[in-house]
Nanobody
Framework: QVRLVESGGGLVQAGGSLRLACAAS????????VGWYRQAPGKQREFVGS???????RYADFVKGRFTISRDDAKNTVYLQMDNLEPEDTAVYYC????????WGPGTQVTVSA
């Protein structure tokens, strides 16, 4: 069973940056598109962005060019670089296989202070 583990979250001031990582226990990211998602308190989980195996990206409208998804297949890891963070970005961030989600990882908490 493939396991996903997110890391890199933390507390940052508005305008700051964070780089999240999502490590898979297998090389699944080299074979499937991956998505990043987030869930804020009291809200449903929402789509943040995706990256295909040919490195095509798509982002939610609220990203507004601030986030970038990349991959390192040698490390079975996908990254979410987040710049110019806003308090509204506060949430737990998750990754998963984009078209056929598997068991969710624990997520990583991102808190952006005003």
């Amino acid at each position: 069973q493939v396991r996903l583990v997110e890391s890199g979250g933390g507390l940052v001031q508005a305008g700051g940056s964070l780089r999240l990582a999502c490590a898979a226990s297998t090389s699944i990211f080299s074979m499937r598109a991956v998505g990043w998602y987030r869930q804020a308190p009291g809200k449903q989980r929402e789509f943040v962005g995706s990256l295909t195996i040919v490195n095509t990206t798509r982002y939610a409208d609220f990203v507004k060019g601030r986030f970038t998804i990349s991959r390192d297949d040698a490390k079975n890891t996908v990254y979410l670089q987040m710049d110019n963070l806003e308090p509204e970005d506060t949430a737990v961030y998750y990754c998963n296989i984009y078209t056929a989600p598997i068991a969710w990882g624990p997520g990583t908490q991102v808190t952006v202070s005003a």
